[in-house]
């Protein structure tokens, strides 16, 4: 677990962040740019100093009231936003920079490293030969060689374009399936999160606004997410079976079967599905006669006005939450009502993995 | 040819030299790198001391050197009572007004490349576990090649060519503080033009030479000011 209780004081901003995440699995840190996510990152690295504050990572201590460990001490892996990779060096001499310095790294842990983010074609080149999505793959290895006991990413991809984007997140992918340490992811992308996070923790203002479990934090309507124009619920499923007359999989998750356009993903594979809360409508009886495949029985859980015409209805199936953004017609014609059984006709999914 | 003087000049001329600069760039390099690093009110009261040399004509300076390491200076009693001896007129005195007198053409060039260097490269080697003084000598000094250049070649140029301090607290004496702008002064006042342009003209070609180098290395440089 990680425990953190800092305050930095910088020039007309202040970081107030308090919150713990869990050990393993990406931590999105998530909110408008100047809100302070990467003050935040820089604050548990060490390179920004507050007067007070704890900050424990597993087993280490790194700040307390009488100590302050300094950043080279830490047993971190920081990967700037653009790379920074040294210049006076090749990508050999970047990686060797580390090896050096620490004792004890093996050569399978190395290989291990390298093959993780496909190094070896890239390990004699100048730095200035490199991608922007190379120039990452390399500075996430240099960090990935101090064995560290947390990842932090500071909008690794912000700087990309689409096809350098695309190219890293499979990177990425392998990042959060093949890693046991926690990682601090920090965005302000929506598709990035969607796709990468476990757990979001909102930042707005140098405060932590919210924190805990993806799902949750898209569904709560006491968070901004659930109310930004693009609300989303997402979950988890696994490839079950494929209906080849057809050319549709069926997706199993908590609440039942997805049946989606096949895309050739083998059976028992894990997907990440997304539905969008306006790709989501409620009828109060299981409608036969209709177009759409995806119908599930769930439970109203609550409703808020969404602007002036339109709520937004938060509904559990199974244990799953999921939203719903309906007109305000709608839900008073179909007098909507927290506890209220319906079915729910989900429209178009998105798998994300 | 050359005369047994002109020989003894010559080699006090390069000893000095490269003592001076190796003592200059053992002295300039953390004083560059403080002033490129710190945020300290009143660094410009440094900077101004430095650069003091680049615009007092050398015989002023040459006299408060004499006035401070000289005979009857407080400085040279104390080193009396330890038993030894005032160092003006010495070669030890020479070196100490050269490396006075070429401080400002290598701290400036070293001040320059230090502040070019970008913090967030510091921060990368701190992530990496490099220790602050392992980060100084693996990334700013490598970073700082072009300055470290410069600064070397304009510091055993500069003190290859002065004059007046060397006047003032040297003394000419053969091969202690003869040097080689004195001997071409003295050819000159003998009316012996041959052994001065000789001596004149060696000069002129290695330090045209010595420009070059720097030049080629560094595209930008600037020896009057630093650029922020």
Request: aromatic share 8%; glycine share 8%.
């Amino acid at each position: 677990m990680i425990e953190c209780k800092l305050n930095i004081q910088l020039e007309g901003f202040k970081l107030d962040a308090k919150f713990t995440i869990p050990d393993k699995g990406i931590t999105v840190v998530f909110g408008p740019s100047g809100s302070g996510k990467t003050t935040l990152l820089r604050a548990i690295a060490g390179l920004e100093k507050g007067d007070t504050g704890f900050l424990k990572v597993g087993d280490s201590i790194w700040q307390s009231d009488h100590n302050f460990v300094p950043t080279h001490k830490r047993q971190i892996g920081y990967v700037f936003q653009d790379a920074a990779l040294f210049d006076h060096l090749n990508v050999e001499g970047n990686l060797d920079y580390v090896i050096k310095r620490k004792t004890g790294l093996t050569e399978d842990f190395i290989d291990s490293i390298y093959t993780l983010l496909d190094i070896t074609p890239l390990i004699n080149r100048s730095t200035v030969q490199l991608s922007g999505g190379e120039k990452q793959r390399v500075a996430i290895a240099r960090a990935l060689l101090t064995k560290p006991k947390i990842l932090l990413l500071d909008e690794p991809l912000s700087a990309l374009d689409l096809k350098r984007k695309n190219e890293i997140l499979p990177y990425l992918d392998s990042l959060h399936s093949q890693l046991n340490i926690p990682i601090l992811y920090v965005t302000h992308s929506q598709d990035e999160t969607s796709r990468l996070a476990d757990h979001i923790m909102l930042i707005e203002d140098g405060k932590i606004i919210g924190n805990g479990p993806i799902n949750e934090m898209l569904t709560r309507f006491d968070l901004p997410l659930s109310h930004s124009g693009n609300a989303i619920s997402i979950f988890d499923a696994r490839v079950m079976s494929r209906d080849t007359d057809f050319n549709l999989m069926h997706l199993e998750f908590k609440g039942g079967q997805f049946v989606v356009p096949d895309n050739k993903l083998p059976i028992e594979s894990l997907v990440r599905i997304r539905v969008a809360a306006r790709d989501v409508s409620i009828t109060k009886k299981k409608q036969t006669d209709t177009s759409i495949l995806n119908i599930f029985p769930a439970v109203v859980e609550e409703i808020v006005p969404e602007g002036d015409a339109q709520v937004m209805v938060r509904l559990t199936l199974k244990g799953v939450v999921l939203l719903a953004c309906l007109t305000r017609k709608s839900a008073s014609s179909l007098k909507l009502d927290q506890g209220l059984s319906v079915f729910i006709q989900v429209k178009s999914v998105a798998i994300l993995s | 040819m050359l005369s047994e003087l002109d020989v003894s000049a010559i080699i006090v001329t390069i000893k000095l030299a490269f003592v001076s600069t190796a003592i200059l760039i053992a002295i300039g390099t953390p004083l560059a790198w403080w002033l490129s690093q710190t945020k300290f009110k009143f660094k410009v009261i440094f900077e101004a001391i430095i650069a003091l040399p680049l615009i007092l004509p050398p015989t002023v300076l040459g006299f408060y050197l004499l006035m401070t390491l000289g005979s009857n200076s407080p400085l040279a009693r104390v080193l009396e009572s330890f038993g030894g001896s005032s160092i003006a007129f010495t070669f030890s005195g020479l070196v100490v007004g050269s490396v006075i007198y070429s401080l400002p053409f290598v701290v400036q060039p070293l001040q320059n490349s230090f502040s070019s260097v970008k913090r967030q490269s510091m921060e990368v080697a701190a992530t990496l576990g490099a220790s602050k003084l392992d980060r100084f000598f693996t990334v700013a000094v490598p970073l700082s090649r072009s300055g470290f250049v410069t600064a070397g070649v304009l510091g055993f140029a500069h003190t290859v060519g002065e004059f007046g301090v060397v006047l003032m607290i040297g003394g000419n004496i053969p091969g202690e503080t003869g040097v080689l702008s004195i001997a071409i002064y003295d050819h000159v006042e003998a009316m012996e033009y041959a052994q001065a342009h000789l001596l004149a003209g060696g000069l002129l070609v290695t330090s045209f030479v010595m420009l070059i180098f720097v030049y080629l290395f560094n595209r930008h440089f600037s020896i009057m000011r630093y650029k922020d």
